[in-house]
């Protein structure tokens, strides 16, 4: 279909406020950051407040390759000449850990008790441009990927938010459409302080910090380096 401005044959969508997208200038992406859960803390946390080689929300060691995908703080938005059409979001526990917490320290496969526990006491929700936009529960946003066990250990547990199904993540029926310099965030909030205690299968203190991604799929437009 062809449209002013694309080429005849280029495959276009119209969104409710008029804006063509060619979707030939635009990738499938995602962005993903990290953010640190701790034992007894009530503190509101902002997911994508920091970027890579920056301290982790909630924690003090610096952001890596493995926590984030983002060079600075969404806080000031995306980078020069992006846009994001935002899809959906993810959310996904990655490890078990204890304080003081290290990329190298020890870390366990999260507990169905430990998830459990997060779970029921956090709310979530997504801010853009200084508007709230999806709100909910973790359980809203499952994070439709992951490691998938089989064992027949009974002891062995392997907890994450919602089965390794990318079909299972939430979609939106119309996108946030998210444009450079324009501030971006989700809040985790721990409506009462969190109650992270899982035992270690080292033997030694029980795990009190939970390292968890939050992503962002949808369409992306950016200058390719």
């Known amino acids: 279909m062809g449209n002013v401005g694309t080429a005849p044959g280029t495959t276009t969508i119209t969104l409710p406020g008029g804006m063509t997208v060619a979707l030939s200038d635009w990738i499938d992406d995602k962005q993903w ?9 009530q503190e509101e946390l902002q997911a994508f407040a920091t970027g890579r080689s920056q301290p982790i929300v909630g924690g003090t060691r610096n952001n890596t390759l493995i926590d984030t995908n983002i060079k600075g ?8 000449a992006w846009e994001f059409m935002v899809y959906g979001w993810a959310l996904e526990y990655i490890r078990a850990t204890r304080t003081p917490s290290t990329l190298a ?8 008790d430990t998830v459990f526990q997060i779970q029921r006491r956090t709310f ?23 490691i998938s066990l089989f064992t027949t250990n009974a002891a062995t ?5 919602g089965i390794p199904s990318p079909r299972d993540r939430v979609a939106l029926v119309l996108p946030v459409r998210e444009r450079e310099l ?7 909030v721990p409506v009462v302080a969190f109650a992270i205690a899982q035992p270690a299968t080292d033997g030694g203190a029980d795990l009190d910090v939970v390292d968890f991604r939050v992503i962002k799929n949808g369409l992306i ?5």
């Open 33 to 41: 950051t990290t953010v640190q859960l701790n034992n007894a803390s």
């Open 73 to 80: 703080t969404g806080l000031t938005g995306l980078n020069k």
């Open 105 to 112: 320290g020890f870390s366990d496969p999260v507990s169905f």
């Open 124 to 146: 979530v929700q997504y801010n853009y441009n200084g508007k709230d936009y999806c709100q909910g529960l973790i359980q809203d946003f499952p994070a439709g990927h992951g």
């Open 157 to 161: 547990e392997l907890a994450q938010n």
């Open 182 to 188: 324009l501030s971006y965030s989700m809040s985790i």
């Open 221 to 225: 437009k950016r200058i390719v380096n």
